[in-house]
């Protein structure tokens, strides 16, 4: 079993800044992406931000210049620091990695729990 734990989401006004933090662990082979999708209140999860296990990374234009990924492949941890946090931002934030289980012969995609980001104004 691999399992995904998120933390450090919160409550915070319009301009201040939260860190999430996704750690991975159990039988895990290799992790390749790991990233961050967000749900807000009937709407589509969509994608915020993604690195690859070489440091590459995308994100959403909606956050592109305020959010920043990144990765501690020694502790199989990704991290999304959030700056300048608009009430847009409000949503569920889901972990998410493309990882190769010990003993198995393909990559599968894992999901955390989620943990709220909520942005007043």
């Known amino acids: 079993q691999v399992q995904l734990v998120e933390s450090g989401g919160g409550l915070v006004q319009a301009g201040g800044s939260l860190r999430l933090s996704c750690q991975a662990s159990?039988?895990?082979?290799?992790?390749?992406?790991m990233g961050w999708y967000r749900q807000a209140p009937r709407k589509q999860r969509e994608l915020v931000a993604v690195?690859?296990?070489?440091?590459?990374?995308n994100y959403a234009d909606s956050v592109k210049g305020r959010f920043a990924i990144s990765r501690d492949n020694a502790k199989n941890t990704a991290y999304l620091q959030m700056n300048s946090l608009k009430p847009e931002d409000t949503a569920v934030y889901y972990c998410?990695?493309?990882?190769?289980?010990?003993?198995?012969?393909?990559?599968?995609?894992?999901w955390g729990q989620g943990t709220q980001v909520t942005v007043s104004s």
């Open positions: 998410y990695a493309n990882m190769w289980r010990v003993g198995t012969p393909t990559s599968n995609d894992y």
């Open positions: 159990g039988s895990i082979f290799v992790i390749n992406a």
């Open positions: 690195i690859a296990s070489g440091g590459s990374s």
